[in-house]
């Protein structure tokens, strides 16, 4: 498995964190994901893998909660693709798509970071 941490759903819909041995939430989840922390999500019962349902979840309960990142328009698109024969293509287009900006953001936050020690540095 890769040594990812295992989180065991339940029918009851309690997730349990094999590596802490405790219950946690969907938001002890999603502070996994954005500490890169890896993970698989499995049915007690049937060791199906619901990693993408319940990160799918997460987002839906974001979109809620928060300002949403997909417009209605978007969300549209997306469930075209489901129905089209260019289903792959657009699935890799996305992901390829959405590493990318992840990677100019990360250099982004980097440079921001470096660049504001060194003006505190040289700003004496």
Known sequence: MNNKRIIKKYPNRRLYDTEDSIYIT??????????????????????????????????????????????AETLAHIVRFYEDSIKSIAGDYLQESIGKFALKENNTQHYLETNTIDNLINDD
């Open 26 to 71: 969907l938001e002890n989840i999603r502070e996994l994901v954005i500490k890169n922390k890896e993970f698989i999500v499995k049915d007690v019962k049937t060791d199906k893998d619901l990693t993408k349902n319940t990160l799918l979840q997460i987002i839906i309960e974001r979109e809620g909660s928060s300002g949403p990142l997909f417009s």
